[in-house]
């Protein structure tokens, strides 16, 4: 089966749409598993017809056990390429638009609480370059609550040393300024004046280096993140968008509007930080236990 256009669409998201390179590899390979469904059916995927579509998710449900979430996904994915084929004209009709998945199971971001992060940061030595510069993705993670693929992007010159903020460049090559506080100020002094200068084997503007001397990459940052806790006593998985998470939360757990948080996440919609107000149960139980006249006697 010809895929001709699978690749003019991922050079769209990479270079138009400015989707990460993790994004564009999860979007391929939803992609290829229904170019390959598609070819054990004999089925040409620019002649889809709307009883196929409800065949497939049929199949990714029965036959794959996929979750309502994992289906999902997979079809927002499809969405995105007939979208983008309808749009140039390489199809007649997209009947993806009248397809509903399966209703999504709610589920909670998962954070780590304030006393877990702190074992984190200090479970990692210093006094080498790497360590200096592991400690400098927790915090930069942390204290700004950008994502990984904004993270691996930074440029020593996005970084206004003097007004403790970072020019990050976000979804769709939208700019926004994040700031960072005391802790991580420190450590990026250290990295900058120190472990930088070891690892910066090819003279290169980005900040985090591999030991190469070569930009890190997401890939890269999710592994060290792996590796890192194992040095603790926590029992918890770690990914870059939990820290994400963690730095919303505790952001809202302290009595910061919805509005900010949203703007420090850097999401267009309220919608989509409205996730983490159903995570704030304790601290709305504090304040109306201290607050409400007959909460107690």
Known sequence: MTKKYLDEYLDYLKYQKAYSSYTIENYKNDILEYFE???KENINYLNIKYSDTRFYLMYLKDTCKNTNNSIDRKL?????????????????????????????AKKL???FEYNELEELFNSIDISTAKGQRDLLILEVLYATGIRVGELVNIKVKDINISNRTILILGKGNKERIVSYGDYCEEILKKYLKSGRVQLNKNNSDYLLLNHLGEKLTERGIR??????IKNTSLTKSISPHMIRHSFATHL???????????KLLGHESISATQVYT????????EVYYNNFPRAKK
């Not at 969405?79 to 993806?96: A, E, M, Q, T, W």
């Not at 809202?252 to 949203?262: P, R, Y």
């Open 37 to 39: 469904y598609l070819e």
């Open 76 to 104: 927002s994915s499809l969405r995105g390429f007939y979208k983008y084929l309808s749009k140039n004209n390489y199809i007649d009709n997209n009947v993806f638009l009248l397809i509903n998945g399966p209703k999504k």
């Open 109 to 111: 971001p998962r954070y």
């Open 223 to 228: 592994y060290l993140l792996n590796e890192l």
């Open 252 to 262: 809202l757990n302290e009595g910061c509007d919805l509005i900010t948080v949203q």
């Open 278 to 285: 159903h995570v704030t149960t304790d601290r709305l139980k």
